[in-house]
């Protein structure tokens, strides 16, 4: 006997030609995203918004825990003190911190200090990890595989916010701390990812880069 309530599962099975159509579909729709860099103002609902982060919330977590927290900004006043606390850290960062085979590796994606996108873009999502949490008592209840856990939700996010017709960049100023400071986060969360979204701006380019090949990224046992 199982300790805990279980129900049915709900699981389409599909037949085998069906799961091939939706497989290839699913990559052709995924196969074209990109990392976004320039963003135009044109607003995006909050329910997009919203759906995307159902989404995500959706993700498998270590024991079930869901140990993120996503908070949604287009309040002009705190996206503008985002973009100033993350470029006063990425100027440290290009100027002094990074090591140079840091910013050799960065030299193809053309990134530097100036982060406009903070401010254009009409949404930021800034995703929290939970490093433990917090009961009703106020006592630390304890989490676990919170990286893997975050970042799989982040992945389910970054792949409805594309099948919902939007653009996102995938951000992370180094060091972070500001954003949990600006945003007035508990203790236990830590600043995990910083996304901003929206439509690209009209004639956007993106770096000229490749993925590896199957075969460089899978190896078959059978
Ligand atoms: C964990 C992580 C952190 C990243 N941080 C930054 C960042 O701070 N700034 C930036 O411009 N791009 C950042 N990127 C985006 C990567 O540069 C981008 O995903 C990569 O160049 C591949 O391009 P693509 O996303 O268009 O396929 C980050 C991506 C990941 C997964």
Redesign the pocket.
């Known amino acids: 006997m199982r300790d805990s309530a279980f129900i049915p599962l709900e699981f389409e099975r599909l037949d085998p030609a069906k799961q091939l159509v939706r497989s290839k579909a699913f990559y052709e729709m995924l196969r074209t995203?990109?990392?976004v860099?320039d963003f135009s103002p044109d607003p995006v609902s909050l329910e997009l918004i919203e759906t995307a982060i159902r989404t995500a919330s959706n993700a498998p977590s270590g024991a079930n825990r869901q140990p993120w927290h996503f908070v949604v900004v287009s309040d002009l006043e705190v996206k503008r003190k985002i973009r100033e606390a993350a470029e006063a850290e990425e100027r440290e960062f290009y100027g002094h911190r990074a090591p140079e085979e840091w910013l050799e590796a960065l030299q193809p994606?053309g990134?530097d200090w100036h982060k406009p996108f903070l401010e254009i873009a009409p949404w930021l999502i800034v995703v929290f990890r939970e490093d433990y949490g917090l009961v009703a008592s106020g006592e630390k209840e304890k989490n676990y595989y919170v990286m893997e856990s975050v970042g799989i939700a982040c992945g389910f996010l970054l792949a409805a916010l594309h099948a919902a017709g939007l653009a996102t960049?995938?951000?992370?100023?180094s060091p972070m701390g500001f954003l949990a400071q600006i945003l007035n986060r508990p203790k236990n969360e830590k600043p995990y990812?910083l996304i901003p979204v929206g439509f690209p701006a009209s004639g956007a380019q993106?770096?000229n880069?490749t993925k590896k090949s199957l075969s460089n990224v899978m190896t078959v046992i059978s």
């Open positions: 995203r990109r990392t860099r994606l990134t960049l995938t951000h992370t100023p990812l993106v770096p880069i």
